[in-house]
């Protein structure tokens, strides 16, 4: 699933350089969303196999810094692209390296085969009944449950903030093309060491109690931002978000590994991967409520405080899981 979700986010990013047509670049850029959200699921769920015994939480800190690396070569690769042809010039080279990157996991990972379904019709209904069956399961286990959506609300105020950030600093503090792109490298740089730092942290604190330190880093960060709208604060802020942004993902994805039944880490995957995208529209929806006037955007930012102390306090009901996978 993870090559066929790949083939297709690389195919319509590649079609998103040459075509013309604004409806037809939104249709694009849908299929390629879509194909690289559900290809994400795939890819966290081969963690358990790849991972060596004892080390998952710093495996998934080596991989999350793998991937911020890869963010801050593309920013460089591609901005001769962007200056030489526009902003459409750099799907296509995004595609290919895309593709070229994605080669060793297609090539070095083995996986047992499972039964194939006679058609689309019977995959569909399987994956509806399996969902079905999945949702009854987690919300029987209260700490499965709990997780699912304390990462819920916290992930509506860090999608925001992702989708958002170079609005705000563009309309806010007013930084030009060149000044963004080099604030985004360095917290990119952040988001690499926080990742492999709290993905060791993992190991001796525990997965919970670490997400709870990174979460408290977001509210943190944002706070600086609405006590002080300032371009010197940002760039205190923007190195605190990327270094919990960095340790976010690889800490979240290992405590869901280890409140989870191994026979079922895929299926608890694509729950988490469904609760993950529900949250990338309460938070975009509030924010774009909240800074109708650009004076509100202290407002809209307590607003997503507000979703990571909701998620903080649910998270700390959480049981501790009773059999650490990374010890």
Same mark, same amino acid.
Not at 95 to 116: H, K, V
């Given at each position: 699933?993870l090559?066929?979700?790949?083939?297709?986010?690389?195919?319509?990013?590649?079609?998103?350089?040459?075509?013309?047509?604004?409806?037809?670049?939104?249709?694009?850029?849908?299929?390629?969303?879509?194909?690289?959200?559900?290809?994400?699921?795939?890819?966290?769920?081969?963690?358990?196999?790849?991972?060596?015994?004892?080390?998952?939480?710093?495996?998934?800190?080596?991989?999350?810094?793998f !991937?911020? %690396?890869?963010?801050?070569? #593309?920013?460089?690769?591609?901005?001769?692209? *962007?200056?030489? &042809?526009?902003?459409? =010039?750099?799907?296509?080279?995004?595609?290919?390296?895309?593709?070229?990157?994605?080669?060793?996991?297609?090539?070095?990972?083995?996986?047992?085969?499972?039964?194939?379904?006679?058609?689309?019709?019977?995959l569909?209904?399987?994956?509806?009944?399996?969902?079905?069956?999945?949702?009854?399961?987690?919300?029987?286990?209260?700490?499965?449950w709990?997780?699912?959506?304390?990462?819920?609300?916290?992930?509506?105020?860090?999608?925001?903030?992702?989708?958002?950030?170079?609005?705000?600093?563009r309309?806010?503090?007013?930084?030009?093309?060149?000044?963004?792109?080099?604030?985004?490298?360095?917290?990119q740089?952040?988001?690499?060491?926080?990742?492999?730092?709290? !993905?060791? %942290?993992?190991?001796?604190? #525990?997965?919970?109690?670490?997400?709870?330190? *990174?979460?408290? &880093?977001?509210?943190? =960060?944002?706070g600086?931002?609405?006590?002080?709208?300032?371009?010197?604060?940002?760039?205190?802020?923007?190195?605190?978000?990327?270094?919990?942004?960095?340790?976010?993902?690889?800490?979240?994805?290992?405590?869901?590994?280890?409140?989870?039944?191994?026979?079922?880490?895929?299926?608890?995957?694509?729950?988490?991967?469904?609760?993950?995208?529900?949250?990338?529209?309460?938070?975009?929806?509030?924010?774009?409520?909240?800074?109708?006037d650009?004076?509100?955007?202290?407002?809209?930012?307590?607003?997503?405080?507000g979703?990571?102390?909701?998620?903080?306090?649910?998270?700390?009901?959480?049981?501790?899981?009773?059999?650490?996978?990374?010890?």
């Amino acid at each position: 699933f993870l090559r066929w979700t790949t083939y297709g986010c690389v195919t319509a990013t590649l079609l998103l350089g040459v075509t013309p047509h604004l409806l037809t670049a939104l249709v694009l850029f849908g299929i390629a969303n879509f194909c690289y959200q559900l290809g994400t699921i795939f890819y966290d769920a081969l963690l358990w196999r790849v991972a060596p015994p004892g080390r998952l939480g710093q495996t998934s800190g080596i991989g999350a810094a793998f !991937g911020y %690396a890869g963010s801050m070569i #593309g920013l460089l690769l591609l901005w001769p692209f *962007v200056r030489w &042809g526009g902003y459409q =010039a750099s799907f296509a080279p995004s595609a290919l390296c895309f593709l070229l990157f994605a080669l060793p996991s297609f090539l070095m990972i083995r996986e047992a085969r499972g039964p194939r379904p006679s058609s689309w019709r019977e995959l569909m209904r399987t994956a509806w009944l399996r969902l079905g069956i999945t949702v009854r399961f987690a919300r029987r286990h209260r700490g499965l449950w709990g997780f699912l959506w304390a990462s819920f609300f916290s992930s509506n105020a860090i999608n925001t903030v992702l989708v958002f950030m170079a609005v705000y600093t563009r309309k806010i503090i007013g930084f030009t093309n060149t000044q963004l792109m080099t604030f985004f490298l360095f917290s990119q740089a952040f988001a690499i060491a926080g990742a492999i730092v709290f !993905g060791k %942290a993992v190991g001796r604190w #525990g997965a919970k109690r670490t997400l709870a330190v *990174v979460w408290c &880093g977001w509210i943190a =960060a944002l706070g600086l931002l609405v006590a002080d709208v300032s371009e010197r604060l940002l760039w205190v802020a923007g190195p605190i978000t990327g270094f919990c942004l960095g340790s976010t993902w690889a800490t979240a994805r290992v405590l869901l590994m280890e409140l989870s039944p191994k026979d079922q880490l895929a299926e608890m995957f694509g729950l988490a991967g469904l609760f993950g995208r529900a949250s990338s529209i309460l938070g975009p929806l509030l924010w774009g409520l909240l800074v109708w006037d650009p004076a509100r955007y202290p407002v809209a930012l307590l607003s997503l405080i507000g979703l990571l102390v909701i998620g903080l306090w649910i998270l700390s009901r959480v049981p501790e899981p009773p059999v650490s996978v990374t010890t």
